[in-house]
């Protein structure tokens, strides 16, 4: 095969062009489009590619068939040790399924996946190709990893299923893969490794997607779960893998504040399950543990004070009971100051707004400052009356009465509108002690409230919502 007319590849956003330009016509970066050496060659390379069937003269047989005729197999789903990590995946990982998890670098993806494999070996065969650390080093974390479980359990030292390979090149990973046929792989990390055919750099979203699609292909084939680790670059996105994401079954983002141990994990995409799933860990010494009960996490646990408020949020199936604080105060500036820490800024101009209005609050004339307990991001609009009450209560310095949590999307006419998975907020609020709950009118939740030992304050306003919540009318003066 000869070679092509050239062929440019954006490094940046990952657009194609046969013509060279110094600026990007897709994403406008400058400088930023090289030449890819050999396109053709790309769609049918080498191993990878099942070999021609027919003799090409012969007709080809037909593939398509009646949709009622298709056989329907069972998913099945791999444990993986984790019932966080299943939860978040859809109930497991499913054999020759795709999954992208990415995180900022240090926060933890080598050594949840490292854990899972770990686990996984128990039951099937696992591949942990290492193309940022050494044999020696992952040994190493293994080991310390090892330790809490294998004092658990027995037989645990037995790992014959876990094999490790370090390696960067990515011809020699996919003939492991292929020898080995693992049920699982985990590839750490995608960036890392490097096709030679390839004249870019490791990294590069030429690299990066032609890596992907050959260990898909192959593993697709062959029925191997592939679990590839990508790093986000400093712009916050899935940088590389960002073009991977209309390739692969799941994306998973692993975050967590650099100051605190928690993390979160969360499902972005998922052809095998809900969507905004969310998974709770800790770091500790000696790995990841699960946390269980992580309304507690988010609780800010120093009891009621003047301007805190707790919502019940929903995160996928997950209901979450957060603490927000808000301190409102004298503006000393001819504009005010509005932060806002784990909810959107336009969020909180908007409900001030609304308080403005229709309490005739002076909030003009103060700063605000909102923040949601335990570094956790907030973006339901059901956190809105949450937000509202610890505005008021910080601005009148009240206390909300102990054992409320308010539940309701404000409308930009005061009025509160009624909000998903209500009683599924409920009973975690109840779960957790709570007695009260202000939620929207015409839920009709009130029997199931009783039956959970919740009294149900019901409100169509945000007048009334927070005269209820605290108790005093916040717009008498
Ligand atoms: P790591 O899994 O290497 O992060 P990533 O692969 O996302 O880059 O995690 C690195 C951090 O986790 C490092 O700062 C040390 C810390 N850590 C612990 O606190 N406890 C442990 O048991 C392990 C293995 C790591
Ligand atoms: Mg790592």
Redesign the pocket.
């Known amino acids: 095969m000869g070679r092509s007319t050239p062929f440019y590849v954006c490094q940046s956003c990952g657009a194609q062009s046969r013509q060279f330009f110094g600026r990007c016509p897709g994403c406008g970066s400058w400088n930023s489009l090289v030449e890819q050496s050999n396109p053709a060659a790309d769609g049918r390379r080498r191993r990878t590619t099942p070999a021609p069937t027919a003799d090409g003269a012969a007709p080809r047989a037909r593939r398509s068939e009646p949709i009622q005729t298709v056989g329907e197999r069972p998913l099945l789903r791999l444990a993986t040790g984790f019932p966080e990590l299943d939860r978040v995946l859809g109930g497991g990982l499913v054999p020759g399924s795709l999954v992208l998890v990415g995180?900022?670098?240090?926060?933890?993806?080598?050594?949840?996946l490292l854990q899972s494999a770990r686990s996984l070996a128990d039951v099937c065969s696992v591949l942990y190709v290492s193309a940022e650390e050494s044999a020696q080093q992952v040994k190493l974390?293994w080991r310390?990893?090892g330790t809490e479980q294998a004092a658990e359990g027995e037989g645990v030292s037995d790992q014959a299923g876990l094999q490790l390979l370090a390696e960067t090149d990515l011809e020699l990973v996919l003939q492991e893969l292929e020898a080995l046929r693992p049920a699982v792989a985990i590839i750490?990390s995608i960036q890392a490794l490097h096709d030679a055919e390839l004249s870019s750099a490791p990294g590069s979203v030429s690299q990066v997607r032609d890596c992907a699609a050959a260990l898909q292909r192959l593993a697709k084939r062959q029925d191997t779960a592939l679990l590839l680790?990508g790093?986000v670059t400093k712009e916050g996105m899935l940088a590389g893998p960002k073009v991977l994401e209309h390739l692969v079954d799941a994306v998973l983002t692993?975050e967590g504040d650099r100051f605190a141990s928690h993390r979160l994990l969360r499902a972005v995409k998922n052809r095998f399950g809900a969507t905004h799933e969310l998974g709770v860990f800790e770091?500790?010494?000696?790995?990841l543990v699960e946390v269980t009960n992580p309304s507690e996490l988010f609780l800010g646990g120093e009891g009621p004070c003047a301007g805190t408020a707790t919502i019940v949020a929903c995160e996928g199936t997950r209901p979450l009971l957060v603490d927000l604080q808000a301190l409102v105060s004298t503006t000393s500036y001819a504009s005010p100051r509005r932060t806002a820490t784990g909810i959107g800024i336009n969020r909180l101009h908007q409900i001030l707004a609304v308080l403005e209005k229709h309490l005739g609050l002076p909030l003009s004339r103060f700063d605000c400052y909102l923040a949601v307990a335990g570094g956790l991001d907030v973006e339901e609009p059901a956190a809105d009356l949450g937000v509202a009450a610890a505005v008021v209560a910080s601005y009148r310095d009240l206390t909300l009465p102990a054992g409320t949590v308010l539940v309701g999307e404000l409308g930009l006419g005061g009025q509160i509108r009624s909000v998903g998975q209500l009683e599924l907020r409920l009973q975690e609020a109840a779960r957790l002690g709570f007695t009260r709950a202000v939620v929207p009118r015409g839920s009709g939740l009130a029997p199931a409230a009783a039956a959970l030992g919740l009294e149900l304050l019901e409100a169509g306003g945000v007048a009334e919502a927070l005269v209820t919540a605290l108790g005093v009318d916040p717009a008498a003066d």
């Open positions: 995180g900022d670098p240090g926060i933890g993806k080598s050594t949840l974390r310390r990893l750490d680790v790093h692993f770091m500790r010494d000696r790995g």
